[in-house]
C-alpha cells in the first residue's frame, strides 16, 4: 500500500472502471436488475472474451487462460 495521495495502487482498478465505463456507456438501463444485467453482460460477454488486454500480450483473457492449459 502507498501513502495517502498515491495513487498507484489504484491505477489497475481506475483502468478498469475508465474501460467499463467507456465500452458500456450505451447501455445504461433504468432499474438496478436491468443494470446489473448489463454490467454482467459487458464483463462476461465482452471483456473478458473479446477485449484485448495489453498486460496480456494483447489477447482476450479467456484465451490467455486456455493457452495455458
Known amino acids: 500500500m502507498s501513502r ?3 495513487c498507484y495502487d489504484n491505477a489497475a482498478m481506475e483502468s478498469f ?5 467507456r ?3 450505451d447501455s445504461i438501463d433504468p ?3 436491468d443494470g446489473t444485467a448489463a454490467a454482467f453482460d459487458s ?8 477485449r484485448l488486454h495489453s498486460a ?4 482476450s ?8 492449459n
Open 4 to 6: 495517502q495521495g498515491n
Open 17 to 21: 472502471w475508465s474501460s467499463f465505463k
Open 23 to 25: 465500452d458500456s456507456i
Open 31 to 33: 432499474t438496478r436488475e
Open 43 to 50: 464483463i462476461e460477454t465482452f471483456s473478458n472474451r473479446v
Open 56 to 59: 496480456l500480450g494483447y489477447q
Open 61 to 68: 483473457p479467456v484465451d490467455f487462460e486456455n493457452q495455458l
